[in-house]
């Protein structure tokens, strides 16, 4: 018996160590190309703020979250919803990144601010399938708003982490108005 015991913990021993790498659970961005679509054309970037103001924005939101203990994710997008800047606070839940899509799209999409999407999404049973139908959304959330420069939208502002939405678009509006005078 001793002898089997000892052949196995030899055996264990000496078999290499191997560990699964962690699979990502809340993936943000969509795949790696496809090679036909890397023969396509690359077209710029869509309308957008500047990267410098959106970095700025995007700390500002988390920053101010963060003093009320949120751990949040800040993502802004230009006018096509594309991510320009994702920034996470240390400790946030990696759905932040997905939620704050989530709104951006809601926001692109209706033209409202996510908040009024939530708004109408409960008083509109028909609106709410709609949504639930609409992967890129699928629960209307209050915490992204519009970015405008004059009367144009130049991109989009979601803020995901904090306990309730209501909490989000205050930081959201903070990242927003730290740099509102160079949207002008």
């Given at each position: 018996m001793k002898k089997l015991l000892l052949a196995s913990v030899a055996l264990m021993l000496a078999a290499p160590l191997v560990q699964a790498q962690p699979m990502n659970p809340a993936p943000t961005i969509a795949p790696a190309p496809t090679a036909d679509e890397m023969k396509q054309p690359r077209p710029p970037r869509a309308v957008g703020i500047p990267t410098a103001v959106a970095v700025?924005?995007?700390?500002?939101?988390?920053?101010?979250c963060l003093g009320?203990?949120?751990?949040?994710?800040?993502?802004?997008a230009d006018s096509a919803g594309v991510p320009i800047?994702?920034?996470?606070?240390?400790?946030?839940?990696?759905v932040t990144q997905r939620i704050a899509m989530s709104k951006i799209q809601a926001v692109l999409k209706y033209k409202m601010s996510s908040g009024d999407v939530a708004k109408k999404a409960a008083a509109d049973p028909a609106f709410a399938a709609e949504l639930k139908a609409?992967?890129?959304?699928?629960?209307?959330?209050?915490?992204?708003?519009?970015?405008?420069?004059g009367s144009e939208v130049v991109g989009f502002f979601a803020v995901s982490g904090?306990?309730?939405?209501?909490k989000d678009e205050v930081c959201t509006k903070a990242g927003l108005d730290k740099v509102a005078s160079r949207l002008k």
């Amino acid at each position: 018996m001793k002898k089997l015991l000892l052949a196995s913990v030899a055996l264990m021993l000496a078999a290499p160590l191997v560990q699964a790498q962690p699979m990502n659970p809340a993936p943000t961005i969509a795949p790696a190309p496809t090679a036909d679509e890397m023969k396509q054309p690359r077209p710029p970037r869509a309308v957008g703020i500047p990267t410098a103001v959106a970095v700025e924005a995007a700390l500002e939101a988390n920053r101010v979250c963060l003093g009320n203990t949120y751990k949040t994710t800040a993502m802004i997008a230009d006018s096509a919803g594309v991510p320009i800047v994702v920034i996470s606070n240390d400790g946030a839940a990696a759905v932040t990144q997905r939620i704050a899509m989530s709104k951006i799209q809601a926001v692109l999409k209706y033209k409202m601010s996510s908040g009024d999407v939530a708004k109408k999404a409960a008083a509109d049973p028909a609106f709410a399938a709609e949504l639930k139908a609409n992967p890129l959304i699928d629960t209307a959330r209050q915490g992204a708003l519009a970015i405008t420069k004059g009367s144009e939208v130049v991109g989009f502002f979601a803020v995901s982490g904090a306990p309730g939405g209501d909490k989000d678009e205050v930081c959201t509006k903070a990242g927003l108005d730290k740099v509102a005078s160079r949207l002008k």
